[in-house]
């Protein structure tokens, strides 16, 4: 009989696997998450298809029909997000007097605590500059990189999404193959909670979004506060990352109220509102909306989050609470790596296992 191998072996194997794992997302990144990301849009899509399934339309329109209700929602966020951006750029030069006016109170503000005279502030400046624009060149192309590399994204997306609604029968079996028939049961629970999970989680965002956005660009158009609306949809996307958009959010909010405004105060009110929405988004309206879908504790969240961020960009932070929300599951329902589920969840010990 071949021997099992001891538990330190198998531990390093499993940190091994996980290492050329992650080497395998780095190198392949451009392929692996428009993949990753039309299997969550699939599942969240699914009941629409099966609805248009249920009056009888035919397979191949059923699948297009949901792809096309989704790129018209995306088409109509982008068109909002743009007027806002348009509408910013219209109050450039107050925004550039307003900046200057900023700027100089910076400096006299900066002259008066650490001596620094406005002629030394400018040559810091200019040295900066000189440094920056050395390298804009590179920085210029990475955009460039980075532009076409989202331009393959986004048309990849929706032919990924019907490639993988219509075949999805195919690959359920590919799955089941892997696995004894006395296992089939458990694995269809595993599928079955995998949708509902993606599906709740990917709905609660998007009535995230536009709650967020009604509630915190609302209050702040009642303030008065200029560019309000951009404000609530930069906010509402950004939270979409958890724990670190928020205080994204926060920045940027304030970087425009400065921008557009001379009064302290309209910062305080920008403040005071993402606060407010805040508080009410994470107690009431979220657990609400997503339930106990997702119970991830916030260290591994944060630090899956990072993680997502440097291995594949701004899509791998989106992706990666699904992500990991998707191994808990396998992980609870498997024998061999319970121990890594517990570690994912977010439920603590009333006392430490330690003691008698």
């Known amino acids: 009989m071949i021997k099992e191998m001891p538990l330190t072996v198998k531990r390093a194997v499993e ?29 969240m899509l699914l009941p629409v298809f099966r609805f248009f399934r249920r009056l009888k339309v035919p397979e191949a329109i059923a699948v297009f029909l949901p792809i096309l209700l989704l790129t018209i929602a995306l088409a109509l966020i982008i068109w909002l997000f743009s007027s806002q951006i348009g509408a910013l750029l219209n109050d450039f030069p107050k925004i550039q007097h307003t900046v200057a006016k900023h700027l100089d109170n910076l400096s006299i ?6 001596g620094y005279s406005p002629a030394d502030q400018v040559t810091f400046i200019n040295e900066q500059s000189k440094k920056m624009f050395t390298s804009l060149g590179g920085i210029l192309s990475g955009a460039a990189g980075s532009l076409s590399g989202v331009v393959i994204f986004m ?34 629970e595993a599928v079955r909670q995998t949708e509902k999970m993606v599906k709740s989680y990917l709905i609660g965002l998007l009535i995230q979004i536009s709650y967020i956005i009604i509630l915190l660009g609302g209050s702040l158009w009642l303030f008065g506060i200029q ?31 400065l921008a557009s405004s001379d009064s302290i105060t309209d910062v305080l009110v920008v403040l005071g509102a993402i606060t407010a929405v805040q508080l009410l988004d994470n107690n009431i309206l979220m657990p609400r909306v997503v339930g106990s879908q997702v119970k991830i504790n916030p260290l591994v969240s944060i630090v899956g989050i990072i ?23 396998v992980f609870e329902r498997s024998d061999k ?7 994912l969840g977010d439920e603590r010990p009333l006392k430490s296992q330690m003691q008698a």
Do not use: D, H
């Not at 004894?180 to 049961?185: A, G």
């Open 15 to 43: 940190l091994i696997g996980l290492f050329v794992l992650g080497t395998i997302v780095v190198a392949g990144n451009t392929i692996i998450m428009p993949l990753l990301m039309a299997f969550f849009f699939s599942l």
């Open 109 to 114: 503000w900066i002259s008066k605590s650490y």
């Open 155 to 188: 048309g990849l997306l929706p032919i990924y999404i019907y490639l993988i609604i219509l075949y999805r029968n195919l690959f359920l079996k590919f799955l089941l193959m892997w696995f004894k028939k006395e296992e089939f049961q458990n694995v269809e």
């Open 227 to 257: 560019n309000a609306l951009l404000i609530g949809i930069i906010f509402a996307f950004l939270n979409l990352i958890p724990y670190l958009g928020a205080l994204i959010g926060n920045i940027l909010g304030v970087l425009l109220t």
């Open 307 to 329: 993680i997502g961020g440097v291995m594949a960009g701004l899509s791998g932070m989106f992706l990666a609470m699904p992500v990991l929300s998707i191994l808990k599951i």
């Open 337 to 343: 790596y319970k121990q890594w589920g517990v570690l």
